[in-house]
DNA sequence: CTGTTAGCGCATTCAG
DNA sequence: CTGAATGCGCTAACAG
């Protein structure tokens, strides 16, 4: 009777010894049954269903990775979960990952740097099977803990010129340029690119860049304004009202987003400003309010679903390359996706 | 030389194992410093922190959780990620839960049952440390897994009279039932509701009843309409358009989200109906739009963040008394939490 | 305060 | 197609 003092350690739940017991077969037959039922014969798969069934059995997870050593999740990183941005990526990226039985891990880095590596090291502890990150910039550290882990990564809501994984996104300064030529052809000609309040945006910091350099383009004079209001409704009225007074009000403003611009037109309306005739608005992100302002928003719409769509296929399509060790090479690194200018009555 | 062929396992990352060797300490001294620093030597600490420094080491979750059986991390399942209407609380369960080292894992159930089931049979393989639903039907199989796993569950968005978890939430049939009598005191007699398209939104049939029984009350006949459109702010116009027309148009409206009482403020403005002389409106949520729009929305607010953040407190606690083994009738089961009428410029 | 031993539940490996 | 042995990396339990 060398066993009859419980230790006390393990969950207590249902395991697959136990199902395996119940069926007759052994626990191995069952592992098979889960990882590709048509390995095993029906008869057998039968009995394995009906157990499972029976005792309510649910995989371990932890049990699993461990042995295998390849986690049956996916990290994703976002910059904010509110604001509705990006919620469509995640959507994407959740429908996606899903069929291949992946589960998403969320993290959200508040524009931090600092916030970013954190969530990335709490990440790879998961042993996570990819890492999805947003265009953010990057700490060293993270870069590091990265390379460290070997984990493959992608990049989405980004483009750059010389990625350093696979990429899924568009191009910030494209947008800028885009809706400054946008104004210029309708006559636009003191155009005012409005920030948002936080300075760490990386892709609004890129838009804005590629504004500038149309208006260079374009021989003008290129103008930016932050507001100080951190609520981003509040930010665009204040900018909406601070640049169409004084000498040279301006006559087209560039928000560096849809919430921004939003704030703006429901300024307008309170104040009973003819918006359209004052002051042209154009915003980024074509969230779903914006053809429902008065006077609906004139505005870009980002690829959010389809980057989050990619960027799990690629995910699905490395691992899969890893899996099988295949080479890796047939996979597009490079995921450049359009964005569509909706001209609406704003602008 | 037995060793000498490798075996093809293992991830190739660092293990607590490595640390320990670099510091000149035994694993388990790592292990400890893990979970207490205090437990250990100051100087080995030290040493420790610098192996892992020097390392990168990040502890592996998976072999963690399997030994001990407790997974460090919560799941969450929500109706649906976009829309607003979750944000806060997640993020406030995110919040709540970091400082004490714990994951969320995020599932959307799409307002379904069956995926409501199928993200908490995952979530189980995860041995969760705990589950936090909200306040959704749940399928009996659901009700099975939960009890089979014996993960405790908090529910949150809900408050039933005879709860079978921890619950966070408020009353829904209240929320219908003042907003009712708000309107009624400022002499609106034709009040309708407005449901959301979707059937199968609890909350919102909740707060129908609430309504449905306050006209009772007050002696009038309730009536209530259902949208076409699935499409919110356009649902919303849809009930306005059809409500205020018609021999007897309604002279107030309970729409059961805001985003329905924002597509009729704005259908409204578009075409130049003078919402607030018409017919009242009123919304439930209090979105971030709600002041901002015009005229500006009198609506309820619920405590979006509050219940994210007592479910994850709630969580803690729970979690703690069943670590030292106390008992668990300390902690509050019952969390009813206020909403508040904002009132503004639509009723 | 620290080390030793054993095993969490599963998948990999290899042998039938 | 199926089974037995082995160990993934860590922590509980116990002994010093």
């Not at 030529?181 to 005012?192: A, K, N, T």
């Not at 939003?262 to 309170?270: F, S």
Request: hydrophobic residues 40%; proline residues 4%.
């Amino acid at each position: 009777m060398t066993q009859s003092a419980r230790k006390r350690r393990g969950s207590g739940r249902t395991t697959l010894h136990n199902v395996a017991e119940l069926a007759g077969v052994s626990a191995m037959t069952v592992s098979r049954y889960f990882s590709n039922k048509e390995s095993v014969r029906l008869d057998m798969q039968q009995r394995i269903a009906a157990a499972i069934e029976q005792t309510g059995y649910v995989r371990n997870v932890f049990a699993g990775s461990l042995a295998s050593a390849r986690g049956r999740c996916v990290g994703m990183v976002i910059p904010h979960i509110a604001g509705g941005v990006y919620e469509e990526t995640i959507q994407a990226v959740t429908d996606t990952l899903r069929p291949f039985g992946y589960q998403l891990l969320l993290a959200s880095s508040n524009y931090s740097t600092e916030e970013e590596e954190a969530a990335v090291r709490a990440f790879i502890g998961w042993a996570p099977a990819a890492l999805i990150l947003t265009g953010q910039k990057r700490s060293r550290k993270t870069t590091e803990l990265l390379a460290n882990a070997g984990v493959p990564v992608v990049e989405t809501w980004a483009h750059k010129t010389r990625p350093q994984h696979i990429q899924v996104g568009f191009s910030n300064p494209s947008v800028g340029k885009d809706s400054t030529h946008y104004l210029y052809e309708r006559g636009y000609r003191r155009i005012v690119f409005v920030h948002p309040p936080r300075t760490d945006d990386v892709g609004a910091n890129d838009r804005a860049s590629g504004y500038e350099a149309a208006m260079h383009e374009l021989g003008l004079a290129p103008a930016t304004f932050r507001p100080q209001a951190t609520v981003l409704l509040d930010a665009g009225a204040e900018a909406f009202r601070t640049l169409t007074s004084g000498r040279t009000p301006a006559d087209a403003l560039i928000f560096s987003n849809d919430n921004l611009a939003a704030g703006a037109l429901l300024h307008g309306l309170r104040e009973r400003i003819a918006i359209a005739q004052t002051c042209a608005v154009m915003g980024f992100g074509d969230l779903s309010i914006a053809d429902k302002l008065v006077p609906s928003l004139t505005t870009v719409r980002p690829p959010r679903y389809e980057m989050g769509r990619i960027a799990a296929l690629r995910v699905i399509e490395l691992l899969r390359a890893i899996e099988e060790d295949a080479p890796t090479d047939a996979i597009e690194r490079d995921n450049l996706l359009t964005y569509e200018i909706v001209e609406r009555e704003s602008a």
